[in-house]
């Protein structure tokens, strides 16, 4: 009798996809108490999540029931964060704020939920607070532009928010001189961390 050798498949719960024979998938708690596959190419994002790897001691914060959040695909990927991020200003001020303030503190909360505000975290150790600026775009799609600039390097993401992708890389650059003069009207500032705060009364 030939004994049929069968294998359980396994899928990354990040990526959604199906791992290979032989490939080695990790293992983490997304709430302290259950434990699911992710491959090695999705582990930094599982890490950025505050999931914790098996093996490693689960703090009683992590035991606590988490609310859930349905994440799609590409906010996985491209680095929508889990976690709730700070607001940029409280609701006492928001409220007095008009409409285009809103608009600015709006499109600096969708790009401070996201992980693209670790790139220019990661950048601004070693370059320094950058300039920055909120831009709206003439149309009616209410599209803004956001610009991170030092003298030798600069960046741009462009926020929609009513797009499935609300935030996105447009242009990066190395001469803040190529910059187009209607974003440098530094109107932000930024964070230690990458966030971005726009320059409004607070009063």
Not at 6 to 26: D, F, K, N, P, Y
Not at 48 to 75: T, Y
Not at 77 to 104: F, N, T, W
Not at 128 to 141: C, F, K, M
Request: with cysteine; glycine share 6%; net charge negative.
């Amino acid at each position: 009798m030939r004994v049929i050798k069968t294998t359980a498949t396994r899928t990354c719960v990040i990526c959604e996809r199906t791992l290979l024979q032989g490939e080695h998938a990790m293992r983490y708690s997304p709430d302290g108490n259950t434990f699911v596959d992710v491959c090695p190419l999705c582990s930094e994002i599982a890490v950025d999540h505050g999931w914790v790897r098996e093996g490693v001691a689960v703090s009683p914060m992590l035991q606590q029931p988490a609310r859930k959040r349905q994440r799609s695909l590409w906010q996985s990927l491209l680095g929508a964060r889990a976690e709730e991020p700070e607001p940029v200003v409280s609701e006492p001020i928001l409220r007095r704020l008009g409409d285009e303030e809103i608009a600015l503190v709006e499109a600096a909360e969708l790009f401070n939920a996201t992980q693209f505000r670790r790139t220019i975290a990661g950048v601004s150790k070693a370059l320094g607070e950058p300039l920055a600026s909120i831009t709206p775009l003439s149309g009616v799609n209410s599209e803004m532009v956001l610009t991170f600039a030092w003298d030798i390097s600069w960046y741009q993401y462009r926020v929609s928010p009513e797009s499935s992708q609300p935030v996105r890389v447009a242009e990066r650059g190395q001469d803040i001189a190529d910059l187009d003069a209607s974003f440098q009207n530094w109107n932000a500032t930024v964070t230690d961390d990458g966030r971005m705060i726009p320059s409004i009364d607070r009063i």
